[in-house]
């Protein structure tokens, strides 16, 4: 008996490999991928290698500070309520800028969250402590009790440092 | 006209797979195009109030400052570099001051000081650069990590000037 293979196969491409190929890459990327999660990063912001240390894996409670040093002094800029689409705002470390007080914002947040509020500096790698000094003052004087340095596990390539 | 001994094409035959393909193709797009990728970030944690010396100061409860913390001073002699010093020890690599610091904490075990009331200052010069602050932190929780008897305490103590 001679078997012949159906003349629609013949005509059409197979593209069940297609599709397979295609599925695996689609639930790779939703489970790899982060969508919709914005705590106001600012990715031009080098970060320090760190392999050690903790995940953070709920950002609740807690506030990403990005701070960089600009002509010897601190930038600081956050976005405090990602509901409101304003998007990251800069903070200031005295008072009579076009912004808020930093100090004053995290103060308005430990009294809302309590203990168990958390500040995460996302510092650029090149700042000098001086910088980070301030941002530190800061919490101390709005009694925050948890400090968060983050850090990538990406090192940095050779003679990159500035 | 129709002509003689031409194939005839059954189109008919099978599932259409045409709108699947669509829709699988957008959601490939989809995510390809907003998905953020990168390393993993990681969190060094310190949940200890800075203490303050110095001109730079901050209000802190004087219950909350240990009595006898291990304190080690990071300077930077060149730009990129450090210098760790405490006590009697003197380092300028992470892994050679971790395993001092290692020294340190197990003097203290070794002394009756339970490990979660250790704790360490690290109080760098200003013009240090925030990634030798994360490198000497680094150092400090490794060290702890490998004596696998818990966490310590890790703090800032805020620079003179």
Known sequence: ??????????????????????????????????????????ET???????LGKEIKSMDKSLLVNVKEVNGQPEISAMIDS?????RENLFLEGGGSGR??????????KDFGDDFKLIVRGDQDMTFSVLQQVLLSAAQANVKSLNFQTTTKQAPAGSEG | MKMKGAKKVHYESGPDMTPLVDVVMVLLIFLMLVGKFGAPNRYLVSDMPISSSGAASA???PNEIPKEPVVITVTSPYKGKFTAFAGTITSSDPADL????????KAKLAAGT??????????PAR?????????????????????????????????EG
């Not at chain 2, 971790?98 to 904490?105: C, F, M, N, Q, T």
């Open chain 1, 1 to 42: 008996m001679k078997h012949q293979m159906p003349e629609s196969h013949s005509t059409h491409p197979n593209v069940v490999p297609l599709i397979d190929i295609i599925m695996c890459l689609i639930i790779f990327y939703m489970l790899i991928a982060k969508i919709g999660v914005d705590t106001g990063e600012d």
């Open chain 1, 45 to 51: 912001i080098k970060l320090p290698f760190g392999r």
């Open chain 1, 83 to 87: 509901t409101s689409g304003k998007g």
């Open chain 1, 101 to 110: 007080r930093f100090v004053d914002v995290l103060k308005k947040l430990r």
């Open chain 2, 59 to 61: 209000p802190v409860d």
């Open chain 2, 98 to 105: 971790s395993a001092k610091v290692e020294g340190l904490i």
């Open chain 2, 114 to 123: 339970a490990m979660k009331d250790i704790q360490v200052y690290i109080k």
């Open chain 2, 127 to 159: 013009n240090v650069r925030y990634n030798n602050v994360v490198d000497v932190y680094s150092a400090i929780v490794s060290a702890a990590e490998r004596l696998q008897k818990g966490t310590i305490k890790i703090g800032f103590q805020t620079s």
